[in-house]
């Protein structure tokens, strides 16, 4: 994929080298301390207050390194194509290779707290460490060597954190792909027995470059219309509980009830039947006991089992009413 003239990287490059310049300061002003500041605190200042200043100021080099990176707005050619699981995985891996440094990883805000301790940890370890004065070379070369490689290593990955927090600024280009437990489960439809189950995904297209606008799983009963669908839910209480969602548009008309079912499975299938205005609701789901000495856990052979058994009952609701 390439990324032409939809991408602007001029910017960024600025940012970088400020923040080059930042972290060799740091590191003079460090060894400057350490050498020729004669105070009780100084090493205090060199190990811990001048590193967590350091990192601190490179977690914020890298998020404004990553908003730095500007994004062209321009015209693109979309078109919709159906596609398999592993058709789509492919397709997620391509556009993984060519922008997954440029989305969001929001969970790193955990590391930040993770790395303020490391920080600290180190800090304190290097000032019992020059309590000793083990020498490897002589003490001057030595404090360049140790404040240099310290400095360095936290420095660059506060950077690395920082860059891979925010997104770039381009809600119309740019979504991570779809991932996640209802993603994994909804994967297991494909190749059940009555159900047609794939990704319906919007491409855009510009300038040679391909992305993906948007993705969405979508399962259908095999031999007749898309008016009958299976969505794919999971709650999560404890535990990734999936369940089915069947869908008939102006189906047979249903009594709002609740039925149990024995298909081989380690729990009982449950269906809970209802109506939405012109809409048949089926919904399939295994009955859990509420109290249980282990963590209840859903296999995927038996998810597909449940699967295959609510297509006859949607397929068998359809034909009621267009084979009547």
Known sequence: MSEGKIIDYSKQGKVNRIYVLVLLSFIVVGVLLYNFYENESRSFLVNIVLPMLLFLLSLGMGYGSKKAIDYIPGEWIKRKVWVSFSEYEEMVEGYE???????????????????????????????????FTILLINPFIDSILIISIF???????????????????AEEFFKAPLKG?????????????????????????RAGTQTIFDAEVKSYI???????????????????????????????????TQEIHR??????????????DEVTVIVARFEIPKRSNTVPHVSTSDFRKLAAFLATKLKDNYNAVNLS
Not at 151 to 169: C, E, K, M, N, Q
Request: some cysteine; aromatic content about 14%.
């Open 97 to 131: 290779d060519a922008y997954g440094d440029l989305y969001a990883h929001p969970g790193d805000y955990c590391s930040c707290c993770c790395m303020m301790l490391i920080v600290g940890a180190i800090g304190v370890f290097l000032i019992i460490f020059q309590t």
């Open 151 to 169: 400095y360095t290593i936290l420095s660059v990955a506060g950077f690395v954190i920082g860059f891979r927090i925010p997104t770039i600024d």
């Open 181 to 205: 437990d209802t993603y994994n489960f909804a994967r297991e439809l494909e190749g059940v027995a009555g159900i047609r189950a794939g990704m319906n995904v919007e491409l855009g297209v």
């Open 222 to 256: 095999q031999g007749i219309p898309e008016s009958v669908q299976v969505k794919v839910q999971v709650s999560h209480s404890g535990f990734a509980y999936p369940y089915l969602v069947g869908t008939v548009y102006k189906g047979f008309p249903v009594e709002e």
């Open 263 to 276: 298909i081989r499975t380690k729990y009982p299938a449950l269906l809970e039947y209802s109506m939405d």
